[in-house]
T-cell receptor, first 114, second 120 residues
Framework: AQSVTQLGSHVSVSEGALVLLRCNYSSSVPPYLFWYVQYPNQGLQLLLKYTSAATLVKGINGFEAEFKKSETSFHLTKPSAHMSDAAEYFCAVSSPGGYGKLTFGQGTILTVHP | EAGVVQSPRYKIIEKKQPVAFWCNPISGHNTLYWYRQNLGQGPELLIRYENEEAVDDSQLPKDRFSAERLKGVDSTLKIQPAELGDSAVYLC??????????????????FGPGTRLTVL
């Protein structure tokens, strides 16, 4: 069985500050890991994915995440927050290969203050 | 390229009434997923289709939920009768296989905007 825990249901940062959203996973097999963003009243959009290649993954909108097997973590970061980053972020895990059934965390709402 | 289309976007019904949601996946995507997203939580898979075959419906409450994907394209998810606890956002996603160096595959799922269901 796989699971994801996102630490902190709400994160608030100032514009220009570092964004750090935490994700820890549990998986009995080497996982694939994903970060999705969801803006109000919209579907989920893929930010980035880890599929067992480089452990530091760069995504869209300046986000990146680092896979750390020893810590079972896949934290999402962005050096400088922008107002448009305000949204809900979901970390998800799936098993390699096959049909990619995603197991999501509970989400983290990011608020960006001017 | 058009994304995943879902309708209606919003639906308000009274309990015990039936309701249906429709999804049109991205052209060429053979795999289709229905998820339910409760307030304040991440999406949870209800059912997955490969073409017209439901290959994973273990999380679908079959006493009141049903789904179909005729001709392996559009899909409909139905609830009959609806209960108060069914209030949620129902998301549809579609994917096609992507291949990684080394031959392993992954499925990048593209999500529709969802249908927000409110049961009164």
């Amino acid at each position: 069985a796989q699971s994801v825990t996102q630490l902190g249901s709400h994160v608030s940062v100032s514009e220009g500050a570092l964004v750090l959203l935490r994700c820890n996973y549990s998986s009995s097999v080497p996982p694939y890991l994903f970060w999705y963003v969801q803006y109000p009243n919209q579907g989920l959009q893929l930010l980035l994915k880890y599929t067992s290649a480089a452990t530091l993954v760069k995504g869209i909108n300046g986000f990146e995440a680092e896979f750390k097997k020893s810590e079972t973590s896949f934290h999402l970061t962005k050096p400088s927050a922008h107002m448009s980053d305000a949204a809900e972020y979901f970390c998800a895990v799936s098993s390699p290969g096959g049909y990619g059934k995603l197991t999501f965390g509970q989400g983290t709402i990011l608020t960006v203050h001017p | 390229e058009a994304g995943v289309v879902q309708s209606p976007r919003y639906k308000i019904i009274e309990k015990k009434q039936p309701v249906a949601f429709w999804c049109n996946p991205i052209s060429g995507h053979n795999t289709l997923y229905w998820y339910r997203q409760n307030l304040g939580q991440g999406p949870e898979l209800l059912i997955r289709y490969e073409n017209e075959e439901a290959v994973d419906d273990s999380q679908l409450p079959k006493d009141r939920f049903s789904a179909e994907r005729l001709k392996g394209v559009d899909s409909t998810l139905k609830i009959q009768p609806a209960e108060l606890g069914d209030s949620a956002v129902y998301l549809c996603a579609s994917s096609s296989p992507g291949w990684l160096a080394g031959g392993s595959s992954y499925n990048e799922q593209f999500f529709g905007p969802g249908t927000r269901l409110t049961v009164l």
